[in-house]
């Protein structure tokens, strides 16, 4: 059973996600998110000594929600595309579902606005997207693809799947693409024209 300390915390950021949404950082009020969490200014300042810490404290959820997906381990007698358009299948269901997406886009949206937030939050996520850039390092050290930097290997097949399955949903509100599995295919097979030995 969740304490009650615990509770509260989870009510003021909960109030904080919906004041943020509404109203965006600037013009979000700090006793509005302690009214809509049905807590004291005192107590909401106990748990979160200001509203930067409490934005904070949301973009941290999100980071958190990413780095929770399982690392991928590279299977050396699977092939690499059918490892990677399986890591791929999960890193964009979790990308696109509905909670991390709505937080996704609050926080987002106040980067364009603030971009000491955006630094400070691009300072912290270094493994966002790690289960991907993890697997394709360990491909690139057991020899399956050819040698070079992880991570930036890893944005650069991201930045295609994304164009196709997570910025269409994000700026859009469209549903998931029918051929998603197509699209990872194929942009799955542009990375290995590039990277395979």
């Known amino acids: 059973m969740m304490k009650l300390t615990e509770k509260k915390r989870k009510d003021i950021l909960e109030a904080a996600i919906q004041e943020f949404r509404e109203q965006g950082f600037t013009a979000a009020r700090v006793n509005h998110i302690a009214e809509l969490a049905g807590v004291s200014k005192r107590t909401l300042y106990k748990h979160f000594e200001s509203k930067e810490v409490l934005f904070a404290a949301i973009t941290d959820i999100l980071m958190q929600e990413t780095a929770a997906l399982p690392k991928v381990e590279y299977q050396p007698d699977a092939p690499v595309k059918d490892q990677l358009i399986s890591a791929l299948r999960q890193y964009i269901a979790q990308l696109t579902g509905d909670d991390y997406m709505g937080l996704n886009r609050l926080v987002l949206s106040e980067f ?8 400070a939050f691009f300072a912290k996520s270094a493994a966002h997207d790690a289960p991907i850039s993890g697997l394709i390092g360990e491909a690139m ?15 650069q097949l991201l930045a295609m799947v994304k ?15 029918p051929e998603a599995d197509q ?4 942009c799955v097979d542009m990375f290995l024209a590039h990277y395979a030995k």
């Open 112 to 119: 364009l606005r603030d971009q000491t937030l955006a630094r």
């Open 141 to 155: 050290s057991a020899g399956a693809l050819r040698r070079a930097n992880p991570t930036f290997a890893a944005n």
């Open 163 to 177: 164009n196709f399955l997570f910025w269409p949903k994000f700026l859009l509100g469209e549903p998931p693409a």
């Open 183 to 186: 699209i990872m295919s194929d």
